[in-house]
């Protein structure tokens, strides 16, 4: 048990996969898993474990931001011994070709800032996916007929941004996407010799400001979760 996740060691699986939204975990727990238990509520932010394929997995939220997922990210890795983690979530496209439910596998994640940044003082960090769980995930995308996109990503600090010229900067440097949490996953990866991976589905836009209706979210989320779990397992 840690401050906040209020499971026992044995509760939770090697494996993880990481919603942003506590509800999302949720429902992915009810959706493609068998026996799933909720082992936690702390915070509201559910932890559910059951079977995939005879697998046990962990579904936990994150949170949105870097430190939030920086809490959870480092109580899996410490304190629950957690060797694969997987996010999976939703972010902005950032290219013309990426479009509107498209999923993005993040080989990369460039940041302002993120909660480690104080550790790496001068260096510029560059934080990146495993290449194992990323290789399988794109097979596993194209052999499900989904519209995938390798490459990197920026993760903000920001939802509400207000800075253009830097949007304008990722995009001319072949930024895919945008999103919030990837970055500091990576690194703590990293740091503990984990496996880490960003499956993402872009659920708006910021070249055409579209956005995907919420009707429409749980099919794409669905898609994401199938490619995760085939990936930690391949
Ligand atoms: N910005 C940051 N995070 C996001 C976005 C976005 O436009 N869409 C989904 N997550």
Redesign the pocket.
Known sequence: MTIHIGADKKDIADVVLMP?DPYRAKWAAETFLTDAKCVHKVRGMFGFTGLWNGNRVTIQGSG?GMPSMSIYANELIRDFDVQTLIRV?????MQDRVKIRDVILAMTASAVATPSSTIFKELNFAPCGDYGLLAAAAEKAKLMGVDVHVGGIYS?D??Y?ERPDLNKEMQRHGIL????EAAELYILAARYGRRALSV?T?????LTGEALPADQRERSFGDMIEIALTAAFS
């Open positions: 942003g949105m979530g939703s972010c902005g496209g903000s920001t939802f941004d996407g945008v999103e919030m993402l872009v659920s708006d836009h910021l």
